[in-house]
């Protein structure tokens, strides 16, 4: 068996595409990424959503609703710098303009692609020092 080093890898998916909205159905696409994340974790990965790092910046810079003028400014730019400093990506989800322009980056970059969780090797085994 090949011995794998963790990977960060970005869950990428949709988080407003097709909720109109909706907070109910916001927290519904989180929840489906925050599952694939713990599903990267397990096998021995770092997973990282674009959404933890923007929606608290969103936040501290004054965004008083979502797509507003200050979300617009955070949102797919915080996640695009975080792609930068990821190995791999994990597309989970329907469709999403915001989701396929990251894809499109991180092929652009060499990143490696993941479309399920199963493709994702498990780390054999962990160092720490």
Known sequence: MEAYQPLMILIAGPYRSGTGDDPVSIAANMHRMEEAAMEVYRKGHIPILGEWLSLPLISMAGSRSIGD?????????????????????????????????????????????????????????????
Request: with cysteine.
């Open 69 to 129: 003028e200050v979300f617009t400014e955070y949102f797919h730019p915080a996640s695009m710098r975080l792609l930068e400093k990821c190995d791999a990506v994990l597309r989970i989800g329907g469709a999403s303009f915001g989701t396929s322009e990251m894809i499109r980056a991180a092929q652009e970059s060499g990143k490696i692609l993941f479309l399920q969780t199963d493709d994702i090797p498990e780390v054999s085994s962990l160092v720490y020092c």
